[in-house]
């Protein structure tokens, strides 16, 4: 990464990405050493989905 990002262009997709992943780059190394949190949100979204599908019943 730190090779490629002098070379790559901001504008473009590729250069987005990259930047994107240098300025994340700490909270990802955290992630990845502690492995304890899963990757998705998939049980908070399981948790309000029926107060949203009420929510939208109701109104």
Known sequence: ????????TAQNA?????NYLASNWSKLERY???GFLPMDN???????RPF????????
């Open 1 to 8: 990464m730190e090779k490629t990002q002098p070379q790559v």
């Open 14 to 18: 590729l250069g987005k990405a990259i």
């Open 32 to 34: 990845v050493e502690e």
């Open 42 to 48: 998939n049980a908070a979204e399981r948790a309000i």
């Open 52 to 59: 949203v599908i009420g929510r939208k019943n109701w109104l």
